[in-house]
């Protein structure tokens, strides 16, 4: 474990309350502080103004996708990784990491430590 | 003439004339047979002087008999014949024998006749020449009659020397006894020649037994007979001559010669054949054809038939190659046999031309034939009635080829108009050539809107490069071609085909255009899509429910009770698996908050006596569904272990209300639970996943607050979100 996940300020994009709150706790347990949102619009609000080193997004919030909030968040050239059940093809051709649904906590971690990692 | 009474008995030669006469006289049988007699009957005596004479005689020079005989008959003879016959009358006197005159007398009416009279020497017993006896006939009529036949024979002659035909006589052995010029120059022989010659040595080898034959025939039975032969020519060169012989008789019937009229025919002999060589072949080359001629005399309505058309007709060939419009007419088929009959009264009385396509039942075994039949009336130059030429053709078995191909045709043709598929066909330059109705129908075009237009024009823009290198494949590899491509319809409407295409070969085997079959796939394809979008949907679903499950245990297990938390964790996938019943019977639609709070409560109130359940219909999305009944299930779970439900008395009011504070605003969903008449309540240890659940899932999935109270009379939870939309 080459990279320190403690005290990384990390988005959660995340529909389905259950599961952002189970990420929210993995997450919390790496030491990670979270930020949490439930749609699109709060994705891109939190996206645009809040400090943060790395995002974890759902792809489909209510049936919208996420996309216009990690093009947001490239913009700003913070990491992120999607967390989908679609798998791979949801993302239609974007270079991105993918962690399929569901996932463990090393899984999160581990994603993670690639994202950031050199 | 012979001598009437050369036995006569002869008379005195003593006895004076008178006497004699009287003796003569006394022969009174002599004398009437002489007097009746329509002849000149005489006797003289030895000084020339006339003993008696018949009444005829009298008659003749136009006295008295007494007169008569005194009278010298010499007198009445013609000038030119005077000397003549005196001269051969005393030569024949002083020969003492007969001798017989010819010439012409005056007679007593003074008219010259023509007489011939024999006088016969007569002699006594003793052998003395007493006289002469004669008679005379009047032979003028004779002579007149002779002389016509003669002048005509001579006319007869000179026509006939000059004529084209030849004539020739021959005795009953066929030995040339007359032969004119003609004759001698078609026998290539000279008349001195020929006369010493037999017509049989003349004519050719092959010709001559029937020759012969006919020849005795002729002669035995009197039989004329016309025929065809050969001479043979000095120089060895055939004539074919046509011969028309009769026989000639004398008076009395009796046989003496035959004549034969001779023309030569060699000419025509050729050109007859030239024509029979090529009437054979004309004949052998329609019969090959199977064409069958035949004519029918207008006149008698029967005529020359090729062997072949009985054959067709199935009747027995007739001998002399002879059929009868009646033999025609009886084997036509009965329900043919009037219209024909009627074309071809037509023909014959009006002269309309017949093409006639008729059934017959055959002759011989009566099977049904089909026949084509034309033919025309053909008038004659020579004033005879005209008649009917025409050629027969068995069509049988093109009739049934043809009526296999109309039944085959029909049959394409009822699938081509009756399929729901598309049938179509355009030319190589795409323009449509043919369509079905399906097509139309499928279009909203006409079939006269369709055809003649470039299938481009039905395809949806920017399908039509598509169809272009579908039919370039065609053309390159042959072979079929599957592809769907958007049709577009008049009005408007985009469509899926499904097109399967192949090229349609000339008799040449080039391509000439291409037909096509289709069906409209767009529900099938749209159908398949959403079975894709199904199958991802559930994927999704699945995964996405395995991460709740996930975050339900993972929250769940945090506990330090494990019994109470396996507990617990079957107690919430029960309330996640009821809220997922409740939304596969709305078909995973939007439902309402009051089926989504009967089905999440019913396990903690079986009776449905403890919790109200209150408020209008609000529709809310499957996702909301679920979040709600899991929150219900932590609040009722709760009330149960520690609130109102976990007494007798303890009730729960669930209640919600749609709010709007003014027509600007939009309208708001107010929810509460309240616990009443449950044991007082007491601030948890910690905010556990049910009050997280609550406070935190609850209110990010409505967007709203969320307010738990453990207020001392019981639980409340009031939640002030916007009015959730349906989906």
């Known amino acids: ?118 | 003439m012979e001598p009437v009474l050369s036995p006569a008995p002869p008379a005195p030669a003593a006895q004076p004339p008178a006497a004699r006469v009287r003796a003569w006289e006394g022969l009174s049988d002599f004398a009437q047979i002489a007097d009746f007699a329509p002849v000149a009957m005489w006797v003289t005596g030895p000084a020339r002087t006339r003993l008696y004479v018949n009444q005829f005689y009298a008659d003749f020079v136009g006295l008295r008999r007494e007169e008569a005989l005194a009278f010298d008959w010499r007198m009445l003879i013609h000038p030119d014949d005077r000397a003549r016959l005196q001269a051969e009358s005393e030569a024949g006197e002083a020969r003492l024998e007969r001798f017989v005159l010819e010439g012409r007398f005056c007679r007593g009416d003074g008219a010259w006749r023509w007489l011939q009279s024999t006088s016969q020497p007569i002699w006594d017993v003793t052998g003395t020449h007493i006289g002469f006896i004669g008679v005379a006939h009047d032979v003028t009529e004779a002579r007149e009659a002779a002389q016509a036949i003669a002048d005509k024979e001579a006319q007869l002659s000179a026509f006939i020397g000059q004529t084209t035909a030849g004539f020739a006589q021959v005795d009953l052995t066929g030995r040339f006894t007359l032969v004119n010029d003609r004759f001698c120059a078609i026998a290539g022989r000279s008349r001195e020649d020929l006369l010493g010659l037999t017509m049989q040595a003349i004519t050719h080898p092959q010709d001559l037994a029937g020759n012969v034959e006919k020849f005795e025939r002729a002669v035995r039975d009197g039989t004329s007979y016309t025929h065809e032969k050969r001479f043979v020519r000095p120089d060895g060169t055939t004539v074919w001559v046509n011969n028309s012989v009769a026989v000639i008789r004398r008076a009395d019937g009796t046989p003496y010669g035959v004549l034969a009229a001779c023309l030569d025919v060699s000419e025509r002999r050729a050109a007859d054949s030239a024509l029979r060589r090529s009437e054979e072949r004309l004949r052998l080359a329609t019969e090959g054809a199977g064409m069958a001629t035949w004519e029918i005399d207008l006149a008698t309505f029967d005529g020359p038939w090729s062997d072949n058309r009985f054959d067709l007709l199935g009747l027995p060939r007739d001998p002399n190659g002879r059929g009868t419009l009646a033999d025609w007419l009886a084997v036509i088929h009965p329900d043919d046999a009037a219209w024909v009959a009627a074309a071809m009264r037509r023909c014959f009385k009006e002269g309309t031309p017949v093409e006639l396509e008729y059934r017959i039942l055959r002759a011989d075994d009566g099977s049904e034939r089909w026949l084509h039949s034309h033919g025309r009336r053909v008038e004659r130059s020579d004033g005879r009635a005209p008649r009917f030429v025409g050629v027969s053709f068995d069509v049988t078995r093109r009739r049934a080829i043809e009526d296999e191909v109309r039944r085959s045709e029909w049959q394409f043709r009822t699938i081509f108009e009756q399929a729901n598929d598309f049938i179509f066909t355009t030319g190589l330059d795409k323009v449509v050539t043919s369509c079905n109705p399906a097509v139309c129908a499928a279009l909203g075009y006409t079939e006269e809107e369709a055809v003649g237009r470039p299938f481009s024009d039905f395809l949806a823009d920017g399908d039509v490069g598509q169809a272009d290198e579908m039919l370039r494949r065609k053309l390159k590899d042959g072979g079929t071609t599957r592809h769907t491509i958007r049709v577009r319809t008049s009005s408007g409407e985009v469509r899926l085909w499904e097109v399967s295409s192949r090229l349609n070969t000339g008799p040449d085997g080039q391509p000439v255009g291409l037909h096509a079959i289709a069906r409209d796939v767009t529900d099938a394809q749209r159908a398949q899509e959403m079975q894709q979008l199904l199958i991802n949907e559930l994927n999704h679903r699945v995964k996405n429910t395995l991460a709740i499950v996930q975050g339900i245990a993972v929250q769940t297990f945090k506990s330090d009770d494990p019994a109470a938390a396996r507990a617990a964790f079957a107690d919430r996938l029960r309330a996640l698996s009821d809220a997922h019943n409740l939304l596969t019977r709305e078909v995973w639609g939007a439902t309402t908050i009051d089926a989504v709070a009967a089905e999440a409560l019913a396990a903690h109130d079986p009776d449905r006596s403890r919790i109200t359940i209150d408020g209008p219909e609000v529709r809310i999305a499957p996702k909301t569904a679920i979040s709600l009944a899991l929150a219900l299930h932590e609040l009722a779970t709760n009330a149960l272990k520690h609130g109102a439900l976990g007494t007798p008395a303890g009730t729960v009011r669930l209640a919600w209300q749609i709010t709007s504070d003014a027509a600007d605003t939009a309208p708001r969903l107010q929810l509460s639970w309240i616990e009443r008449g449950g044991p007082p309540v007491a601030l948890p240890d910690r905010r556990g996943f049910g009050s997280r659940l609550i406070e935190r899932a609850l209110a990010a999935e409505l967007g709203g607050s969320v307010t738990l109270t453990f207020a001392p009379a019981g639980v409340e939870c009031r939640i002030d979100a916007p009015l959730p939309e349906p989906a």
């Open chain 1, 1 to 118: 474990m080459s990279v320190s996940l403690a005290g990384l300020r990390v988005l959660v994009v995340e529909d389905e309350p259950i599961v952002a709150m189970t990420l929210e706790d993995l997450l919390a347990d790496l030491g990670c502080e979270v930020e949490v949102a439930g749609t699109l619009e709060q994705g891109l609000a939190a996206a645009a103004a809040c400090a943060l080193d790395a995002a974890v997004l759902d792809v489909n919030l209510n049936g919208r996708e996420s996309f216009p909030i990690a093009e947001a968040l490239d913009a700003r050239r913070i990491p992120h990784l999607f967390a989908t059940g679609y798998g791979a093809a949801a993302l239609r051709d974007r270079n991105a990491l993918v962690l399929e649904k569901p996932y463990r906590a090393a899984d999160i971690r581990a994603a993670l430590e690639t994202l950031l990692g050199p």
